[in-house]
């Protein structure tokens, strides 16, 4: 069975020595070419899409980009180690990984980089570049890279390290200011609300003026990236606008307020786990009833954790809780076969 | 038009020789006439070497109900039989003529005289047109239906959805006569009392050249469709011009479609007419090697070398050759093959576009799964494959896909989903045909 699939992604040659001139040279003075080489011989199709792993994992790096500079300028060199160190490690460790277990190295699509990326992103400046690194570790070889490597994983890599990190290393889940703008020494939005307002305004919450992990704050360049993403037909909508909306429609049914319920919706990891984590194609479900299942049930879980959890965050949770469910969703939500009849 | 429609996906259309009417090419020097052109019984020579022909002879009569006969493209002295490998890995008994460079036609072309619906289908099996999706189902089949009430409409597939070919598009541009002559035959020996032409928007002289004739009739509908491939599936086009499914092993006809490719239609009306059979095509001769892009009017057994010659040959050196579109179609081993009853378009294709994409893993991004117009799931039939589970494969229903090529063709992986639902789906007919045999033995 086995070999049967193997031989799908050879070339079948023909016999040498087509010549096209041979017969009808006599016909008319053809300036044909010599086919003195085999010719290709495969299954159709024929042509295929530009689109390619490396290509879409590329996308998701440019649509990461404001955020990344966005962290940067509000956190300063720390948040430059911590993305560097995150990302480079990530690459190494699965080159290394792979180099180890002899299997074919594969760094080169890109996803291992957006894993590390995504991971800094969702750590606060404190974490320090081992810890950085050990996360990486987790993620890409952990996670990742034992499972099967990349479309096997069932967890998302860069989530799954994170809250690792959060049990092991204290620093992670530290709510660091930005080093500009003057609410240094207040408290972090989701620690007080739904009781007190943040001394932010929304404005200033919606570039990111508060305490945090380093990639969730901004909200202006997370929207910016979603909508590279939109443009790019990397990801579709359903998963971002049905769990911020979600959301939003429950923490407003919870406390009936507009204004709270705003900050609640711009507080903590909510857009950059919505637009990039729990978009991540392995981990979620493939077609679009499959995906906003996933974010509506993403939201109840955010909702109630952020309520209820003595958790200050509920996002990465959610999400890996829904990954888990993600095959059971995929199955629920498979269409049936265009003129399928049903058997006994 | 149904609320929704059956996905699909956009391709390069490549249309570059549309606005090129036909020619007809010299006469080749031999033709090879394989005894398969169709789907069912191959037929039966009725020649043998050293017999003289004629163009529009009949050299092989009907090997069975679904069968076709065939006829000589050219006139000449039969050389040999012999036997050669078809795409489909099969030797076939093929008939060579060497031409006398005379092209006379034989004494049995005469006009056809019809009387009934049973002349009718009678004469198309005479005509030996086939149908021009690959696997060429004799047409007459199709016509031949016992209850003429039950059909509610006749669909002409316009659609030629795949990259690079225009041979239909000519027909309706340039054989719009025929076409009308068609529709005339369809309302009197199978009473159509609905005629719709499903056509893809990116033709727009086409659908002008279809509307003029449908508006002398009321009969007659122009169904301009969006160009997405493959807009021409028998299935998709049923369903987006009509609404109907076809389940699952029946026929257009069980829910009362009869459906046509206008080539076909063209074709019948001319032989009605004319009385020569099927023996010339319109072929699309185009891909990046090819000197001369152009709509050739091909004797059928024509090898390919003699047609690319024709377009002035290669400009740079081909990789792949192969015979219809680039979605669907079948690469060829060499130039030596002929122009069969059912090319619709030779490609030439160089170095780089012959070359395979290097697969690598899934990454489930479920393009294939939301772009698969049956709603299918291959790399659940690769799973299944692999794990060697047929059950699985019959409940996943791999016997449906259509290998319209969406899903390799969308994948970023460069999975070779297509080839593997191929092996799926003989894994599966393998399966059931010995859970038949063990039903059997059991009783
Ligand atoms: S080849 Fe088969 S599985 Fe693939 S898109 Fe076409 S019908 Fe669906
Ligand atoms: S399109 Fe390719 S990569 Fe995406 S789910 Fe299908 S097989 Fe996997």
Redesign the pocket.
């Known amino acids: 069975m086995l070999d049967k699939t193997k031989q799908t992604n050879e070339i079948h040659q023909s016999e040498p020595d087509v010549q096209i001139a041979s017969h009808s040279a006599d016909t008319k003075p053809t300036d044909a070419y010599q086919v003195d080489h085999p010719f290709y011989v495969s299954s159709s199709p024929h042509i295929f899409s530009k689109s390619t792993t490396q290509k879409i994992m590329l996308d998701v790096l440019i649509a990461l980009l404001p955020a990344t500079i966005a962290s940067i300028v509000l956190f300063g060199y720390k948040a430059l180690i911590l993305v560097l160190v995150c990302t480079a490690s990530a690459v190494f460790f699965e080159w290394a990984f792979q180099k180890i277990c002899k299997q074919k190295i594969v760094i080169g699509d890109l996803s291992a980089a957006v894993t590390g990326l995504l991971l800094a992103l969702n750590l606060p400046s404190s974490v320090t570049w081992w810890q950085g690194m050990i996360g990486s570790l987790i993620a890409v070889v952990v996670v990742k890279g034992l499972f099967g490597g990349i ?1 096997k994983n069932f967890a998302n890599p860069a989530i799954t390290s994170r809250i690792i990190m959060l049990l092991a290393f204290g620093t992670v889940g530290a709510s660091v200011q930005p080093v500009i703008g003057d609410i240094t020494s207040s408290a972090t939005p989701l620690a007080i609300l739904p009781a007190k307002l943040p001394v932010q305004t929304l404005g200033e919450m919606f570039i990111g003026l508060r305490g945090g992990a380093i990639g969730e704050g901004c909200i202006a360049a997370l929207l910016l990236g979603f909508i590279y993403l939109l443009v790019r037909k990397v990801i579709t909508w359903h998963t971002p606008v049905v769990y911020i909306g979600t959301v939003f429609v429950l923490s407003f049914l919870l406390n009936g307020d507009l204004e709270i319920t705003l900050y609640e919706i711009l507080s903590g990891g909510l857009f950059l786990g919505a637009i990039f984590m729990a978009t991540d194609y392995t981990t979620t479900p ?1 077609r679009p009833l499959g995906k906003v299942i996933f974010a509506v049930g993403c939201a109840l879980i955010t909702v109630a954790i952020r309520r209820w959890g003595n958790l200050p965050e509920g996002v990465s949770y959610s999400i890996l809780f829904m990954n888990i469910l993600t095959p059971y969703i995929d199955k629920w939500v498979e269409k049936k076969p265009f003129g399928g009849v049903k058997h006994e | 038009m149904p609320l929704f429609k059956l996905p699909g996906v956009h391709v390069p259309h490549h249309k570059n020789t549309a606005n090129l009417k036909a020619t007809k090419m010299p006469i080749p020097h031999e033709v090879l006439i394989p005894m398969s052109m169709h789907i069912g019984a191959p037929a039966k020579p009725l020649v043998q070497a050293g017999d003289k022909v004629k163009v529009g002879q009949k050299i092989a009569e009907a090997g069975g109900y679904i069968s076709s006969p065939i006829h000589a493209s050219i006139s000449g002295t039969v050389k040999k039989m012999e036997d050669i490998l078809m795409s489909n890995g099969n030797y076939v008994p093929a008939i060579l003529i060497e031409s006398d460079e005379k092209m006379e036609v034989s004494e049995s072309v005469k006009p056809v005289e019809l009387t009934d619906q049973a002349s009718f289908v009678q004469a198309i099996k005479e005509s030996g047109i086939v149908g021009l999706g690959g696997a060429g189902f004799p047409t007459y089949v199709k016509l031949d239906v016992k209850d003429l009430s039950k059909i509610e409409e006749v669909i002409i597939n316009c659609a030629e959805c795949e990259p690079y070919i225009t041979a239909d598009t000519r027909t309706m541009i340039d054989n719009i006569d025929d076409v009308e002559k068609g529709v005339q035959l369809l309302k009197q020996y199978l009473q159509a009392k609905k005629i719709i032409f499903g056509i893809e928007n990116n033709k727009k002289e086409a659908i002008a050249s279809l509307q003029t004739l449908a508006q002398k009739d009321d009969t007659l509908s122009v169904h301009i469709l969006p160009a997405i491939y493959p807009q021409g599936g028998e299935k998709v086009l049923i369903y987006h011009s009509t609404k109907k499914v076809v389940p699952e092993g029946k026929l257009p006809l069980d829910v009362g479609v009869v459906i046509l490719n206008i080539t076909t239609l063209a074709m019948i009306a001319k032989y009605i007419e004319t009385g020569m059979p099927l023996v010339e095509k319109v072929v699309t001769v185009d891909g990046s090697c090819v000197a001369k892009p152009q709509n050739v009017i091909v004797p059928i057994g024509t090898k390919l070398k003699e047609v690319f010659a024709y377009c002035e040959g290669f400009k740079t050196s081909p990789y792949k050759v192969m015979y219809g579109g680039p979605m669907m179609g079948i690469a060829v081993p060499n130039l030596d093959v002929p122009i069969l009853k059912s090319t619709n378009a030779i490609l030439a294709f160089n170095e780089k576009e012959a070359h395979l994409p290097e697969p690598s893993a ?8 939301n772009h698969c117009p049956l709603h299918l799931n ?2 659940a039939f690769a799973k299944a494959l692999e794990l060697d589970q047929p059950e699985e494969l019959e409940k996943l229903k791999v016997n449906l896909c259509m290998e319209c090529g969406v ?1 390799s063709f ?4 460069k ?1 070779p ?1 297509v080839q593997n639902n191929r092996l799926a789906k003989a894994e599966l007919r393998r399966y059931i045909t010995k859970k038949k045999e063990e039903e059997k033995e059991n009783e």
């Open positions: 479309g493939s | 899934c990454i489930k991004c479920g393009r294939c799964i291959p790399p899903c969308i994948c970023p992986a999975r989903l």
